[in-house]
């Protein structure tokens, strides 16, 4: 972008745009980049710009030798560090002025890729669940085909058997077949079609909260930031317990039962969900201060069988993948010790943004 680019067009970008002086002290920012730092430009101008981005040193040092070399700089990708513990990742692009203005001698631009890598990523997720899903079905039908044969031949062979103490054999085969055939059914999550009525999600979560402090009286907190102004949506009650019951169990599960899971509920505007942009969204966080998901799983952790926890199923999460998915939503996870949270995207309504 030249220096001489009128103001007006710069405010009308989408683009966040920010000028320095020669001794990186911000000069302007336009309403984009307002947007993306989350401040006004009336507190930020005339901060110095270690002041604006304190813990991205080595952004401040790229700017400052851009400055002093007077060479242009781009870079993708890039990861900063703003207030608290909020990161974003941009495009950056750094040009400095030659004509000697005093009040502007660098201008940067900066476009926030975290969500188009989000969408990528989610696209991405659901295809391969939708891949998995039909070779999952596949096998279904494989398997339970010759345990049906099993467990009938095995009650066959009961009614055969002379003698009773033979038969505790026929009976741990029927149990055994039995078992398996539940275990497949269990991977591919609910198959009855949705019955859906319009339900507010705080009775879910009250409801989930609920049964598990029953399931773990002594030791287990559940606290809980409702956003009360959520209206009802189209969904169906019982399989979004299951599918929220199974995230705050695994939760539990991660913190031994000892600790605090806490609820959220907000809205997301003009969100997309794989291919699809939705005008408003339910979001849901669970949130637990556990040891965090091994980083070789966290990409896998939807999918039937993948758990870090001895003698774990790996169905719980697939499960609630599934159920959340049949009703046009997705569930994403960001995981580090200490922090894990499993954010559950429900559309509410059917307009699209």
């Known amino acids: 972008m030249s220096s001489d680019t009128p103001p007006r067009i710069i405010e009308n970008l989408t683009t966040a745009v920010l000028t320095f002086d020669a001794a990186l002290r911000l000069t302007s920012i336009n ?51 703003l207030y608290g513990t909020r990161t974003i990742t941009v495009d950056c692009m750094v040009t400095p002025v030659m004509d000697g203005d005093p009040h502007t001698a660098l201008i940067v631009e900066l ?7 989000r969408l990528a990523r989610d696209e ?42 033979l038969k505790e054999y026929t009976r741990i085969i029927i149990h055994e077949a039995d078992r398996l055939r539940n275990l497949v059914d269990r991977m591919m ?74 609820l959220r509920s907000g809205i997301e505007r003009s969100f997309t969900i794989g291919q699809q942009r939705h005008r408003l ?3 849901v966080d669970i949130e637990d201060n556990g040891p965090g998901i091994p980083e070789e799983i966290q990409h896998h952790i939807f999918y039937p069988l993948v758990t870090a926890k001895p003698g774990g199923t790996g169905l719980g999460l697939s499960i609630a993948q599934d159920i959340i998915a049949k009703h046009g939503g ?7 010790p200490g922090h894990t ?13």
């Open 31 to 81: 309403p984009a980049g307002e947007m993306l730092f989350e401040v006004s430009a009336k507190k930020v101008i005339g901060q110095i710009l270690t002041e604006l981005l304190p813990q991205a040193r080595l952004a401040i040092r790229t700017l400052a030798r851009t400055l002093e070399s007077r060479h242009p700089f781009t870079a993708r990708g890039v990861r900063l560090k």
């Open 111 to 117: 476009t926030q890729i975290d969500r188009l890598l």
């Open 124 to 165: 991405s997720m659901l295809d391969r669940q939708v891949a998995n899903r039909a070779v999952m079905r596949g096998l279904a039908h494989e398997i339970k085909n010759p345990l049906g044969g099993l467990r009938g031949a095995a009650q066959l062979l009961e009614r055969e058997l002379p003698n009773n103490s």
């Open 189 to 262: 999550g609910p198959h009855q079609p949705l019955k859906k009525k319009p339900i507010n999600i705080h009775e879910i979560l009250e409801h989930v909260r609920k049964l598990m402090l029953v399931e773990v009286p002594v030791g287990l907190s559940i606290e809980r930031e409702y956003d009360p102004s959520l209206p009802e949506f189209e969904a169906e009650p019982g399989q979004l317990i299951q599918a929220v019951l199974n995230i705050v169990r695994n939760s539990a599960e991660a913190i031994q039962h000892q600790g605090t899971i806490r």
């Open 281 to 283: 969204v339910l979001r």
């Open 330 to 336: 997705l569930i994403e996870c960001r995981s580090r």
């Open 341 to 353: 949270v499993f954010s559950l995207y429900l559309p509410l309504g059917n307009g699209h943004g």
